[in-house]
């Protein structure tokens, strides 16, 4: 089992930033992969990032440039960080993860509002 606690949400005026963080707790040994999702309006689920144990990163073709994600393995935590965020970036956004044998966790999610 493996508990993801999200962090780093709030009220952003738009084209600020912010960083997200996702601390992974119990059976993170042979975690694969930690990353990030959001649900939109009507709650559709949309890949933000995703970061593998050797280091490599994927970004969906919409957020790439604005945003970047970091891994540290000795503290089982992502990271998320946004730039230049617009009010439709206003969404739930998940913490992902998924260890060797497939098994998948997800967080409880963080909300981030961007508004002026």
């Known amino acids: 089992q493996v508990q993801l606690v999200e962090s780093g949400g709030g009220l952003v005026q738009p084209g600020g930033s912010l960083r997200l963080s996702c601390a992974a707790s119990?059976?993170?040994?042979?975690?694969?992969?930690m990353g990030w999702y959001r649900h939109g309006p009507g709650n559709q689920r949309e890949l933000v990032a995703m970061?593998?144990?050797?280091?490599?990163?994927h970004y969906s073709e919409s957020w790439k440039g604005r945003c970047t994600i970091s891994r540290d393995n000795t503290k089982n935590t992502v990271y998320l960080e946004i730039s230049n965020l617009k009010i439709e970036d206003t969404a739930g956004y998940y913490c992902?993860?998924?260890?060797?044998?497939?098994?998948?966790?997800w967080g409880q999610g963080t909300k981030v509002t961007v508004s002026s």
């Open positions: 970061a593998t144990s050797d280091g490599s990163t």
């Open positions: 992902y993860a998924k260890d060797f044998f497939g098994t998948e966790s």
């Open positions: 119990g059976s993170t040994l042979r975690l694969t992969h």
